[in-house]
């Protein structure tokens, strides 16, 4: 069996993500009512933002750098 579970499904999990990220940042602007006043604006999309703006800047800085993972000592088996 396939480890992820759906085999074939990543490209449309991908889209989908996407897609619900566009619409979650351009609808997370409306505030709930109106007038709109500093208790009542909406924070998420520019924290959504913030944190998204932070991880492509370190992703971008990050990736030149080849990932070392901890040395790990493994017993071998003894198959006696």
Excluded at 12 to 41: E, N, Q, W
Excluded at 46 to 54: A, D, E, G, N, Y
């Amino acid at each position: 069996m396939y480890p992820g579970g759906c085999p074939g499904c990543g490209l449309h999990i991908k889209i989908f993500a996407i897609d619900y990220g566009i619409y979650t940042c351009i609808f997370l602007m409306f505030p709930p009512s109106h007038p709109v006043t500093a208790a009542k604006r909406e924070y998420a999309s520019p924290v959504f933002r913030l944190i998204l703006v932070s991880r492509l800047v370190s992703w971008f800085v990050d990736r030149r750098k080849p990932f070392t993972g901890p040395i790990k000592e493994v017993a071998a088996w003894d198959y006696d």
